[in-house]
């Protein structure tokens, strides 16, 4: 029988309680100031970040080459033999890429590099789904076909304070709108299909820029079941607010509430509120 183990990196913000229970194994992305360099999630929280900005804005990084072999060559010494590494999108970061260079040095267990084009819990939700199929002891073929036809299915969009931090860290994209924010409009990005970043909506002012985020998520899924996660960076009480109000929708099966990490929060800043969602 296929023996499947499970890493994903720490941009996929999957609450810490539940990559404890799945038995999901965490690389972490790199936050670099200019005292040294912190391991996301694991010596760096999010509001360590936020707290140093925007006097001090940190570069990232992804994942060090030496801990994904160190990690694989662990999975593979418990007697694994098949690996699954979901990653987020490698048109935000280089971590796919260098996680499929670390997999080439192994040929005795069966790797693949699975790509989300996305990020965030929009890349939780795989993962989670990932790690629920591998505990039900599904064969490797019937977890990498779950996989891929979740992939286009989950949707993620994101309101940001200020669009300052996405294009001081090269992650600007499709996303257009300087102009825009003398006018107080905020933009909702959403990630195309290609895994970058777009403008799917401008709306003016921060509170409706928050009820567009909730329009959104009921205008796609209507009164079909689905599964939704509020992200926040350094939003704590509006990201409650946004949350509670859809815990009374009937249609919503799992609901997730919980903060981006700190290298997704090096490039948006602090204001962060992000919607991920999938119809089930």
Not at 13 to 34: A, F, R, S, T, V
Request: charged residues 25%; contains cysteine.
């Amino acid at each position: 029988m296929d023996k499947v183990a499970l890493i994903a990196d720490s941009a996929c913000d999957l609450p810490q309680k539940m990559i404890e229970e799945l038995g999901i194994k965490i690389l972490p992305l790199k936050i670099i100031y200019p005292d040294g360099e912190y391991s996301d999630r694991v010596d760096i929280q999010p509001m360590d970040v936020y707290n140093r900005m925007p006097g001090e804005i940190p570069t990232t990084s992804m994942p060090n080459i030496e801990e994904i072999k160190a990690a694989i060559g662990k999975v593979r010494q418990e007697g694994y033999t098949h690996l699954l590494i979901i990653t987020l999108s490698s048109a935000l970061s280089g971590t796919n890429q260098v996680m499929q260079l670390a997999a080439k040095d192994f040929d005795d267990i069966v790797i693949k590099v699975f790509d989300t084009l996305t990020l965030s819990m929009a890349t939780g939700w795989m993962v989670l789904d990932t790690a629920r199929n591998i505990i039900q002891k599904l064969s490797w073929e019937k977890v990498l076909e779950k996989l891929t036809n979740l992939q286009p299915k989950v949707k993620g969009y994101y309101v940001i304070e200020t669009l300052e931090y996405l294009r001081k860290g090269g992650r600007i994209g499709q996303v257009a709108g300087i102009l825009g924010e003398f006018l107080n409009v905020k933009p909702i990005i959403g990630v195309n299909a290609e895994g970058a970043y777009y403008t799917h909506a401008k709306v003016r002012g921060r509170s409706k820029s928050i009820e567009r985020l909730m329009q959104i998520v009921v205008d796609s899924v209507g009164n079909r079941p689905f599964n939704l996660a509020v992200m926040h960076g350094g939003a704590k009480e509006e990201g409650e607010k946004l949350w509670a109000q859809f815990s009374k929708l009937p249609n919503v099966k799992e609901l997730i509430f919980s903060d981006i990490s700190p290298a997704l929060g090096v490039h948006t800043g602090p204001g962060l509120l992000a919607v991920c969602f999938y119809e089930i």
